[in-house]
T-cell receptor, first 112, second 118 residues
Framework: EDKVVQSPLSLVVHEGDTVTLNCSYE??????LLWYKQEKKAPTFLFML??SGIEKKSGRLSSILDKKELFSILNITATQTGDSAVYLC????????????WGAGTKLIIKP | GAVVSQHPSWVICKSGTSVKIECRSL??????MFWYRQFPKQSLMLMAT?????????EQGVEKDKFLINHASLTLSTLTVTSAHPEDSSFYIC??????????????FGPGTRLTVL
């Protein structure tokens, strides 16, 4: 059965800290891994990763995929209170079905 | 780019009435649209996948006669909750994907619709 596992489930850090969120996957015919940020409303897209070892970066956020070890990490440097959210990762599969295999999410709380 | 809107953002209705939620891709054509629901503090649950011009594919346990999905164009999908009951109260979220023709299978999410059934 396809599955995506995120860790930790929840994380509380102080503003300015750097955090690393983990996502491991077991997805048959894996195509790509997606990261989303969900605050009070619907998820917002962060990154799509398809190739191993190529870091994607957006401001203080960066992410990388390891297709050999079947995991991805999302790094946030110099965290701010606005980074508080649930971070979701999801795997996609190589066929005509666009369904996402979701992880349960990591709840990140940034304390001022 | 890749903006998805939903309407309404919040609706309260009486038990037994039907509610229609619209999902629009504003700046791209969406080959495929998805409908999710999310209960408080829980993960997103996929309800159905719809391709433009064809019938939606429902996930196991989702009643297709209760949750009617219409994907009439490449920019619009609607979800109608028929004869809504309090247990249907939830946060309904749509997403849209440009698909391979549009260069990406990434799903872009709408802001969600909070449905409260009294």
């Amino acid at each position: 059965e396809d599955k995506v596992v995120q860790s930790p489930l929840s994380l509380v850090v102080h503003e300015g800290d750097t955090v690393t969120l983990n996502c491991s996957y077991e997805v048959t015919n894996f195509r790509s891994l997606l990261w989303y940020k969900q605050e009070k409303k619907a998820p917002t897209f962060l990154f799509m990763l398809t190739s191993s070892g190529i870091e994607k970066k957006s401001g203080r956020l960066s992410s990388i995929l390891d297709k050999k070890e079947l995991f991805s990490i999302l790094n946030i440097t110099a965290t701010q209170t606005g980074d508080s959210a649930v971070y979701l990762c999801a795997g996609t599969i190589m066929d005509s079905n666009y369904q996402l295999i979701w992880g349960a999410g990591t709840k990140l709380i940034i304390k001022p | 780019g890749a903006v998805v809107s939903q309407h309404p953002s919040w609706v309260i209705c009486k038990s037994g009435t039907s509610v229609k939620i619209e999902c629009r891709s504003l700046d791209f054509q969406a080959t495929t649209m998805f409908w999710y629901r999310q209960f408080p503090k829980q993960s997103l649950m996929l309800m159905a996948t719809s391709n433009e011009g064809s019938k939606a594919t429902y996930e196991q346990g989702v009643e297709k006669d209760k949750f009617l999905i219409n994907h009439a164009s490449l920019t619009l999908s609607t979800l109608t909750v028929t004869s809504a009951h309090p247990e249907d109260s939830s946060f309904y979220i749509c997403s849209a994907s440009p698909g391979l023709a549009g260069g990406s299978r990434t799903q872009y999410f709408g802001p969600g619709t909070r449905l409260t059934v009294l």
